[in-house]
């Protein structure tokens, strides 16, 4: 039987079905939250062993941003750049040397670059961060290991990664042989976040 606009009731039924599906299935679409980095709150360091001793520093100026949902992966994404002219080993020669031609050369690469291409879970809230990490215009696939946690509109991440530092021409000339300073250099991170969208 058609109705007053030429629709059987069974075809209206079914309109407003498939009209009601649509809206559940757009009202479950969700893109991951926008995080910013709290500077006050977030450290990023390095270790590296010079003569077979421990020389500790930290990068006093860098800045995350993310998109991050645990149940978005596919859209989640993080970007980092670091100021290498921060670089602070307490020493004010060290420091100044950290800057010259063979070590970051920061005149010519003021900033070091990650971005991600893959994020994925690996455990209770553990990730493993796949992207190109750029230091001194040498660019390297990486993975880096890390914790989220959060809490409402706050989250923290931390983690640790060995960066081999001759894959980036970080070391020259004298520097280059490994039995002074050795190849690899641990960085530690933690990064306090707020969400903002």
Not at 12 to 37: K, P, Q, S, Y
Not at 53 to 78: C, N, P, V, W, Y
Not at 110 to 138: C, M, W
Request: with cysteine; glycine share 8%; net charge neutral.
């Amino acid at each position: 039987m058609l109705s007053a606009n030429g629709l059987s009731t069974v075809a209206r039924a079914r309109c407003f079905l498939l009209a009601g599906l649509l809206l559940v299935c757009a009202a479950g679409i969700t893109h991951a939250a926008e995080w910013r980095m709290d500077l006050a709150g977030s450290k990023l360091e390095y270790t590296a062993t010079l003569q077979k001793t421990r020389a500790s520093g930290i990068f006093k100026e860098f800045e995350m941003r993310a998109h991050f949902d645990e149940r978005q992966l596919a859209e989640s994404r993080a970007d980092v750049t670091v100021v290498v002219a921060s670089a602070d080993m307490i020493d004010a020669e060290v420091n100044k040397a950290l800057q010259g031609l063979d070590w970051f050369d920061s005149a010519r690469f003021p900033q070091a670059e990650f971005h991600t291409s893959d994020i994925r879970r690996v455990g209770e809230n553990s990730y493993l961060a796949r992207g190109a990490l750029i230091i001194k215009g040498v660019e390297q696939q990486i993975e880096v290991p890390f914790i989220w946690t959060n809490e409402a509109d706050t989250a923290t991440i931390t983690g640790e990664l060995i960066v081999k530092r001759t894959a980036f021409r970080i070391g020259l000339g004298e520097w280059a042989s490994t039995d002074v300073v050795g190849p690899d250099v641990t960085v530690k991170f933690r990064v306090r976040l707020r969400r903002t969208g």
